[in-house]
């Protein structure tokens, strides 16, 4: 058998061939960006973009699908990159150690993806992704926050104006209603934020967010199934 025969039973053969055609970018390839990209290498896309600025670190073991043992020091892109490629060596994968952000979107062409996927921090950045890919008329999907939750069962798919409880999708509403976005298909939770037991911070002073192996990953998941269904618009 085929290694996508069973995705085929059912999806089809036609559309099977509309995911290897595809060419998918996902900003953020960290813990849901990551299982992200498995499950679309899993699927078939045909062609990968990666960007993702940061090393693997033991830190992120817990939870980012291509972090091992063996793996810490590399780019997460490039780990991705080796993964991917051993699930389908006939995958196109591009793997760029970029930090995104709106001062260096210039340097990509959004016009050659068919799908882009927002797994990245920062709002400055989330915000830029959503421009550039209605400049270009590309589908975007978005991720929300995933730290200091417990609950992969509590996400929701929604447009970001139906959310709720969510503190990144509330600045995520104000800043888009600022740059009159009118939808933007989002994957969000509902549960509240749990306080971490201790705090520990970064290089940057900025608090480091409490995480699960099984919560990020849920996402991820989502936003892969999402992203399957809507290239080959199925629903």
Not at 27 to 34: L, Q
Not at 63 to 76: D, L, M, V
Not at 180 to 202: G, H, Q, T
């Amino acid at each position: 058998m085929d290694w996508l025969s069973r995705t085929q039973l059912l999806l089809g053969e036609d559309n099977i061939n509309k995911l290897k055609k595809a060419r998918v970018a996902i900003f953020g390839i960290g813990g849901v960006g990551g299982y992200a990209a498995e499950a679309l290498a899993r699927s078939g896309i045909g062609a990968l973009d990666l960007f993702d600025h940061d090393k693997i670190c033991e830190s992120n073991i817990n939870r980012q699908i291509h972090a091992t043992r063996k793996t810490i020091g590399q780019y997460k892109v490039d780990a991705a990159k080796e993964r991917i490629l051993d699930i389908n060596p006939e995958a196109s994968v591009n793997a760029r150690a970029l930090f995104f952000l709106p001062e260096n979107s210039g340097e990509i062409d959004f016009t050659q993806f068919d799908y882009i996927i927002d797994a990245i921090d920062t709002i400055a950045g989330k915000i830029g992704l959503v421009l550039k890919a209605r400049e270009a008329g590309v589908l975007i999907i978005s991720a929300m926050a995933a730290g200091n939750k417990i609950h992969p069962a509590a996400f929701e798919v929604a447009d970001i104006y139906q959310t709720e409880m969510c503190p990144v999708a509330r600045v995520m509403r104000r800043e888009l209603r600022r740059h009159n976005i009118e939808k933007l298909k989002v994957v969000y939770s509902k549960e509240p934020v749990i306080a971490p037991r201790e705090i520990i911070s970064s290089e940057g002073k900025r608090q480091i967010p409490g995480s699960t192996a099984f919560v990020p990953a849920a996402e991820g998941l989502i936003i892969a199934g999402e992203a399957v269904r809507d290239i080959i618009n199925m629903t």
